[in-house]
């Protein structure tokens, strides 16, 4: 009988011993640290509501002659009849192996073409470096024009224009970069 009053009182005392020690290690624990709480961005809810815009968009097509675009911006928002982005990036490969890699502080899209503005840089595959304050890249041909001048350096040089238009030539596979109005050209051997 002895036996079995001790096995009676320690089924009682063994679980009551086990709730001390746990509640004691939830007492005494260390307290919680600021990096493991839930981080919250600090954004402005309603501006963004009010003004509507994608973070990192990204956009690829292929024009009707081949032409295959890439465009990546960091933030682009919709207009009337098009839209606008920062930092863009184009990515424009032709089927003859042409490729030209444009970048561009501000963009904007409006019938059927992308207007790259504030300082374009154009990087071609055959060598070639252009600097231009805006291109326009047509999104339904592969023509890739800058009107309010440009300065190159080819392989061969540096040459400063009015007008650039890169375009595949007539009856030809052959893209054809030509420079227009009061062009001039440096020629080192």
């Known amino acids: 009988m002895n036996r079995t009053r001790t096995v009676r009182w320690l089924r009682v005392l063994l679980p009551l011993l086990a709730l001390a020690m746990l ?12 990096e493991s709480q839930i981080p919250y961005a600090d954004v402005d809810a309603e501006a963004m509501a009010r003004d509507p815009r994608l973070v990192a968009p ?31 990036r184009l990515d424009w ?45 047509a999104t339904d041909r592969s023509r890739i024009a800058a009107r309010d001048g440009v300065q190159a350096q080819a392989p061969f040089g540096t040459l400063t224009a009015q007008r650039m238009d890169l375009a595949p030539g007539e009856g030809q596979d052959a893209s054809i970069l030509n420079f227009s109005g009061d062009v001039r050209l440096i020629y080192r051997p």
Not at 23 to 33: E, M, N, P, V
Not at 66 to 79: D, I, V, W
Not at 102 to 117: E, F, K, N, Q, V
């Open 58 to 88: 990204e956009y690829a097509g292929v024009t009707p002659d081949g032409a295959q675009l890439t465009l990546r911006a960091t933030e682009a928002a919709p207009s009337d009849g098009g839209g606008s982005a920062r930092d863009l």
């Open 23 to 34: 509640s004691t290690l939830f007492l005494f624990s260390r307290g919680s640290d600021g």
């Open 93 to 137: 490969h032709r089927p003859d192996g042409l490729r030209a890699d444009l970048t561009a502080p501000r963009a904007g899209l409006s019938d059927g073409a992308i207007r790259l503005d504030g300082g374009v840089r154009m990087t071609t595959s055959s060598g070639w470096t252009l600097d231009a304050d805006s291109v326009e890249a």
